[in-house]
């Protein structure tokens, strides 16, 4: 059983939104950093949104920044993505990710979001496209 389970992508005209879903599958979530990262084909894998335990800290890519909202449900295990007003620089590959924060390697959630490359082990991301 797969770790990480992303859903909700798909085809979506500019202006659109779509809503991910990722279920981390875990025992527990509530102490843990959530996050959501996007590969786009060439690009490297960027930080999208990042989440603290408990919600109380919130970090966007600038790109991002008033259209997309993360969430979650510690009850589910499962993070939320809202995409609202979506562009078609946001067509990427979606995936999520969980971290344990506050020490020295994710100190917070820009940490988090700014190293991917600390991450070892992903799902298969969900595909958005945003295309008329």
């Known amino acids: 059983q797969s770790r990480l389970v992303e859903s909700g992508g798909g085809l979506v005209q500019p202006g659109g939104s779509l809503r991910l879903s990722c279920v981390l599958n875990r025992s527990h979530l509530d102490d843990h950093f959530v996050g959501w990262f996007r590969q786009a084909p060439g690009k490297e894998r960027e930080g999208v949104a990042c989440?603290?335990?408990?919600?109380?800290?919130?970090h966007y890519a600038d790109s991002v920044k008033g259209r997309f909202v993360i969430s979650r449900d510690d009850a589910k295990t499962t993070t939320y993505l809202q995409m609202n007003n979506v562009e078609p620089e946001d067509t990427a590959v979606y995936y999520c990710?969980?971290?344990?924060?506050?020490?020295?390697?994710?100190?917070?959630?820009?940490?988090?979001?700014?190293?991917?490359?600390?991450?070892?082990?992903w799902g298969q991301g969900t595909q958005v496209t945003v295309s008329s």
């Open positions: 990710q969980w971290a344990l924060g506050g020490g020295p390697r994710f100190p917070d959630v820009q940490g988090m979001c700014s190293s991917p490359l600390k991450f070892h082990y």
């Open positions: 989440m603290s335990d408990g919600g109380s800290s919130i």
